[in-house]
Antibody, heavy 118, light 109 residues
Framework: QVQLQESGPRLVKTSETLSLTCAVSGDSAGGNYFWSWIRQPPGKGLEWIGY???????NYNPSLKSRATVSVDTSTRQVSLILRSVTPTDTAVYFC???????????WGQGTLVTVSS | SYVLTQPPSVSVAPGETARITCGGNNIGSFGVQWYQQKPGRAPTLVIY???DRPSGIPERFSGSNSGNTATLTISRVEAGDEANYFC????????????FGTGTEVTVL
C-alpha cells in the first residue's frame, strides 16, 4: 500500500521560508511517477503548486513559480517543497500527492496545516 | 488561466440522485477527474478519465463530460456520501497543468 506522509514546521513567520518534506513508502522506487504539492487554505479549494518527476524534471503553477521549489531524493524516497517569502495568504493545508503518469492523483498524503504569522 | 466552475452546494435526500456539474471552456475535450473530500481528510479519487472508477469506488458513482460541462452523478445517495467534491483536469496549454474546480459541498438531508 502506497503511503505519503508530510512533515515540517507548523508555524512560519512572515517573509521567511516554508520547508516541507513528504516521505514515500510502499511503491516502486523506479516508477514513472510525478510528485506534486497541492495546498488548500482553510475552508477553500485546492491549488496545485508544482511537481517533480522521479527523473528530476519540474513544473510549477505560474502563480507560484517565482517562490516555489520542488525536489526529490529517490534514494531516501523523499519529496520536498520550499516556498520563499511567505505571507499570511500562504496559510493552508499542504498535501503531497502522486501522479503515475496518468494526469491525476491516485495517492495523497494526509496533509499538514502550515500557519504563516508574524 | 483555465477556470473550472462548480456550484457551491448541492442538497439531496437519501436514496435520491445527486448531480454535480463542472463548467469549463470546451471541457469535453479534456479528461476529467472527480475527488471526494471529507472534513479533515485528504481528497480521494472517485472518477477518472470522465467515467472510470478506481477499484473500491461503488458503481453508484458515475461521470459524463461533453461540450462545456462535466457531471458527477451519485445514485442512491447515502449519508456517507456527504462531502466536498472537486473536479480536476490536466491542461498544459495554460501552464497550470493540474486545474481544480471550485468545489461543491454535498449535503444529505
Amino acid at each position: 500500500q502506497v503511503q505519503l506522509q508530510e512533515s515540517g514546521p507548523r508555524l512560519v513567520k512572515t517573509s521567511e521560508t516554508l520547508s516541507l518534506t513528504c516521505a514515500v513508502s510502499g511503491d516502486s522506487a523506479g516508477g514513472n511517477y510525478f510528485w506534486s504539492w497541492i495546498r488548500q487554505p482553510p475552508g477553500k479549494g485546492l491549488e496545485w503548486i508544482g511537481y517533480v518527476s522521479n527523473g528530476g524534471s519540474t513544473n510549477y503553477n505560474p502563480s507560484l513559480k517565482s517562490r516555489a521549489t520542488v525536489s526529490v531524493d529517490t534514494s531516501t524516497r523523499q519529496v520536498s517543497l520550499i516556498l520563499r517569502s511567505v505571507t499570511p495568504t500562504d496559510t493552508a493545508v499542504y498535501f503531497c500527492a502522486r501522479d503515475a503518469g496518468r494526469d491525476f492523483f491516485d495517492y495523497w498524503g494526509q496533509g499538514t496545516l502550515v500557519t504563516v504569522s508574524s | 488561466s483555465y477556470v473550472l466552475t462548480q456550484p457551491p452546494s448541492v442538497s439531496v435526500a437519501p436514496g435520491e440522485t445527486a448531480r454535480i456539474t463542472c463548467g469549463g471552456n470546451n471541457i469535453g475535450s479534456f479528461g476529467v477527474q472527480w475527488y471526494q473530500q471529507k472534513p479533515g481528510r485528504a481528497p480521494t479519487l472517485v472518477i477518472y478519465y470522465d467515467n472510470d472508477r478506481p477499484s473500491g469506488i461503488p458503481e453508484r458513482f458515475s461521470g459524463s463530460n461533453s461540450g462545456n460541462t462535466a457531471t458527477l452523478t451519485i445514485s442512491r445517495v447515502e449519508a456517507g456520501d456527504e462531502a466536498n467534491y472537486f473536479c480536476q483536469l490536466w491542461d498544459t496549454s495554460s501552464g497550470q497543468f493540474y486545474v481544480f474546480g471550485t468545489g461543491t459541498e454535498v449535503t444529505v438531508l
